[in-house]
Structures are given as C-alpha cells and as structure tokens.
Nanobody, 122 residues
C-alpha cells in the first residue's frame, strides 16, 4: 500500500516558478513509477510528466516539455515537479500517482494523492 501527499501548490504570476512535491509512505515506493497529472475545471485529467522507478526514464507532455522537470529522491520517498515559466493555462489541480511502469493513462494508476491547486495569474 502506498499513500501519496502533494504539496507546493499556490498562486504565482505568469513566468514564475513553483516546485510541487509528492511525498510517499510505504516501503515499496521506490519500486513504483510516478506520474503527475492535472485537471482544470471542465477538463479531463491529463498527463503532465512521469518518472520511472530508477529515474532513468522521464517523459513529459508536449505542453510542458522544456518548462517542467520531474525528479525523485528515493532516500526521501519524494518525487518533485519543478515548474518554470508558468502560464495561465497551467492553472489546475495537480495530482501525483503511482503504479508499476510509466503510463500516460490516469486510469492505469493504482494510487493517488489528494491534489494541490496551482493558479497562474496573467
């Protein structure tokens, strides 16, 4: 069993930065891939970034590639999402999720956090 807790969301101006954290409990967390997803009002939950258990594989959606960076610290059981050059269209609730192997599909993830709100003002 894995429990995930996101933090780091907030209000930022366009062009600013935020770093989201996904802290996990559960001794097997290091074996899981982690994905970050986001959901804006009226929209479906969409894949943002993913990282494999070893951090050897990282993948990003086209909309955030070059602006967001995913990383993990296995010693701290934490996955990070560094978000730079934020845009108003990045406004959403951001969720982290875990499963064995990266997937772009939200329904394939087994564990989810409660989400953290990111709001980017223009």
């Amino acid at each position: 069993q894995v429990q995930l807790v996101e933090s780091g969301g907030g209000l930022v101006q366009a062009g600013g930065s935020l770093r989201l954290s996904c802290a996990a409990s559960g001794r097997t967390f290091s074996a899981y891939a982690v994905g970050w997803f986001r959901q804006a009002p009226g929209n479906e939950r969409e894949f943002v970034a993913g990282i494999s258990w070893s951090a050897a594989i990282k993948d990003y959606s086209n909309s955030v590639k070059g602006r967001f960076t995913i990383s993990r610290d296995s010693a701290k059981n934490t996955v990070y999402l560094q978000m730079d050059n934020l845009k108003p269209e990045d406004t959403a609730v951001y969720y982290c999720a875990a499963r064995f192997g990266i997937s772009y599909l939200a329904h394939e993830y087994d564990y989810w956090g409660q989400g953290t709100q990111v709001t980017v003002s223009s």
